[in-house]
């Protein structure tokens, strides 16, 4: 795997912390070169540091994908400065808790350009020159939340439910092409995420995956041309179990999870 991403670019979205900067630290010490983006210039610069004490190459391109005219203007930062990404991992990602009908439409809207015009707009303008080049691929990083409507985080599930079948899309479409497309959708990781969405319930320690054992994972699925990867036992058995009831019975199960307390 290594030999992968060696003298590579890699452009990770949300690699400020969590599962996107553990991304930044296996992929420094694979020999990739980094583009890291997310919305915080310091907290950036920090992950890029320690990248480069790996000895990688990394830069910062600070930015906010809520706006939708974020993605159009990155590709052109990159193009204008000869940058090729041959490797995209659309890590990014919001979700606030709250029932639909509770929770403001200015909530809302923001999960559905980070988690779903972002990564596709993203993906769109950079594809196509990995396919000329046949080489390299997305990474998209969804949820195990795809696999119900929850009841809590209502958009946050379906824009994930969206990057889980669009993946399988995408990767079917690439066979032959010499490019990849993989999805993990972890099960609750212990990253910043619960409070940076003001998630007032978490799952129990044991519960809880790091964010560096997701990263190693998706990694590995990543190079073996995985369509999807779920990494953790008890919340893929989770999964594959909303296949086997009706829909309206796991949504039902589903109102549970990130419920706040009373």
């Known amino acids: 795997m290594p030999e992968l991403f060696r003298d590579t670019t890699v452009l990770i979205t949300g690699a400020s912390r969590g599962i996107g900067a553990a991304f930044a630290r296996l992929l420094a010490a694979r020999g990739a070169r980094l583009l890291l983006v997310a919305r915080h210039a310091a907290d950036l610069e920090a992950v890029a540091a320690a990248a480069r004490q790996l000895g990688a190459r ?21 193009e204008a400065r000869g940058l090729v990404v041959d490797h995209l991992i659309n890590n990014a990602g919001v979700g606030p808790q709250g029932r639909f009908a509770d929770l403001p439409v200015e909530r809302h809207l923001p999960v559905i350009d980070v988690n779903i015009r972002a990564v596709t707009e993203l ?25 119900q409507g929850l009841m809590w985080l209502p958009v946050y599930s379906a824009s994930k439910a969206f990057v889980v079948t669009w993946s399988e899309a995408v990767w079917v479409s690439l066979r ?20 940076a969405n003001d998630l007032t ?30 990494p953790f036992l008890p919340f893929r058995l989770a999964a594959w179990s ?15 999870y990130a419920a706040p307390p009373r």
């Not at 990995?130 to 390299?136: L, P, S, V």
């Open 58 to 78: 990394a830069d910062i391109l600070p930015c906010d994908l809520a706006d939708p005219a974020i993605p159009a203007r990155l590709a052109g930062q990159l």
């Open 123 to 147: 993906t769109g303008r950079l594809l196509p020159g990995m396919i000329a080049r046949r080489r390299g691929g997305v990474l998209n990083v969804a949820s195990t939340a795809a696999w």
């Open 176 to 195: 032959g092409s010499g490019v990849r497309c993989c999805c993990v959708s972890p099960g609750p990781v212990d990253t910043p995420f619960f409070d």
């Open 201 to 230: 319930a978490r799952p129990p320690a044991w519960l809880m995956q790091s964010a560096e054992t997701v990263a190693e994972r998706a990694l590995r699925a990543y190079a073996r041309d995985d369509c999807h990867l779920l």
């Open 242 to 256: 909303t296949r086997l009831v009706p829909r309206a019975l796991a949504a039902r199960f589903g109102a549970r």
